[in-house]
């Protein structure tokens, strides 16, 4: 089935750091690809996403690239800033069926000032 | 626009008791409609799901229930609490492919059981 593994948390960074959070992918077929935030005591919200193989998502500075090669959907982020500091969390859905949402189990991210 | 409403925001709840919990979507029609618990600490696992009125499937056997009476609204339900129900429960809509798949998320309820 599908699944999503993410680099294991927390991670704790300093204002103006680059960020980096691993996320890889096991997918039948051609799965989107997601990137959402949580914020503490909040929903999710979609952060960035990715529908086919080399594209690039990117918001609020975040960037995503959809590798098939590698089967991978890395968030980057050249400058990060007190402000992202939140839980991120990786998920794929499949095209078919019911959209069902695969998550990662979250990376808790704290950006010290 | 659209937007999705959850309530309660916060319920504690003894264990046994019954459990409600709405969530409706505005501004949008035949949505897909998912439940999602969030243990402390931990990711996000899929309840439930509906694709229509009436319609539900189940990812997980456990002692909670939904139901879907109308297009824009999502219900879920226990009779009996248990000690491990509480969590932060989300619910999400999606128009699926036509809408670019991506899922949108309700602010969520906090449920405690003591």
């Known amino acids: 089935g599908n699944s999503v593994t993410q680099m294991e948390g927390p991670v704790t960074l300093s204002e103006e750091a680059f960020l980096t959070i691993n996320c890889t992918y096991t997918?039948?077929?051609?799965?989107?690809l997601f990137w959402y935030v949580q914020y503490p005591g909040e929903g999710l919200q979609l952060l960035l996403k990715?529908?086919?193989?080399?594209d690039k998502g990117s918001n609020k500075g975040f960037e995503a690239t959809y590798r098939k090669e590698t089967t991978s959907f890395h968030l980057e982020k050249g400058s990060v800033q007190v402000s992202d500091s939140a839980v991120y969390f990786c998920?794929?859905?499949?095209?078919?069926?019911?959209?069902?949402?695969?998550f990662g189990q979250g990376t808790r991210l704290t950006i010290n000032p | 626009s659209q937007t999705i409403h959850q309530w309660p925001a916060t319920l504690v709840q003894p264990v046994g008791s019954p459990l409600s919990l709405e969530c409706t979507v505005e501004?949008?029609?035949?949505?897909?409609l998912y439940w999602y618990r969030q243990a402390a600490g931990r990711g996000l696992q899929l309840l439930f799901y509906?694709?229509?009125?009436?319609?539900i499937s189940s990812e997980v056997p456990q002692n909670l229930s939904a139901s879907r009476p109308q297009d824009r609204q999502f219900i879920l339900s226990s009779k009996k609490l248990l000690l491990s129900d509480s969590g932060f429960y989300l619910c999400?809509?999606?128009?699926?492919?036509?809408?670019?798949?991506?899922?949108?998320f309700g602010p969520g309820t906090r449920l405690t059981v003591l």
């Open positions: 999400a809509w999606t128009l699926g492919l036509a809408g670019g798949n991506e899922q949108f």
């Open positions: 997918a039948t077929g051609y799965p989107s």
């Open positions: 990715a529908t086919k193989a080399d």
């Open positions: 998920a794929l859905s499949s095209t078919q069926g019911a959209q069902k949402l695969v």
């Open positions: 501004g949008t029609s035949n949505p897909n």
């Open positions: 509906s694709v229509g009125i009436g319609q």
